[in-house]
């Protein structure tokens, strides 16, 4: 099993910046990608960023250049970095681990990102 506690929610307004944080424990061993995903109200949730052991990312079209994904291995955590931040950015923030040896995905319990006009 693996445990994760996500941080650094919160309220901004637009063109400001937050940072996100999700640390890992447990069965960390065998986690080959860890990423954020987000939903919004009335909407599916989708993949923001992912980062793989290599160092590989993946970020969703509307986020490029703005937001950064980073890994902090040692510490089995992972951040993102979120700036110029939009109205349109609103959404719970999930983090999320994909485990190459159990095979199965873990999930947090969600951050609530808030940006204002």
């Known amino acids: 099993q693996v445990q994760l506690v996500e941080s650094g929610g919160g309220l901004v307004q637009a063109g400001g910046s937050l940072r996100l944080s999700c640390a890992a424990s447990?069965?960390?061993?065998?986690?080959?990608?860890m990423g954020w995903y987000r939903q919004a109200p009335g909407k599916q949730r989708e993949l923001v960023a992912r980062?793989?052991?290599?160092?590989?990312?993946n970020y969703a079209d509307s986020v490029k250049g703005r937001f950064t994904i980073s890994r902090d291995n040692a510490k089995s955590t992972v951040f993102l970095q979120m700036n110029s931040l939009k109205p349109e950015d609103t959404a719970v923030y999930y983090c999320?681990?994909?485990?190459?040896?159990?095979?199965?995905?873990?999930w947090g319990q969600g951050t609530q990102v808030t940006v204002s006009s």
């Open positions: 980062i793989f052991n290599g160092g590989e990312t």
């Open positions: 999320n681990v994909r485990h190459g040896i159990l095979k199965r995905d873990y």
């Open positions: 447990g069965s960390v061993f065998g986690i080959n990608a």
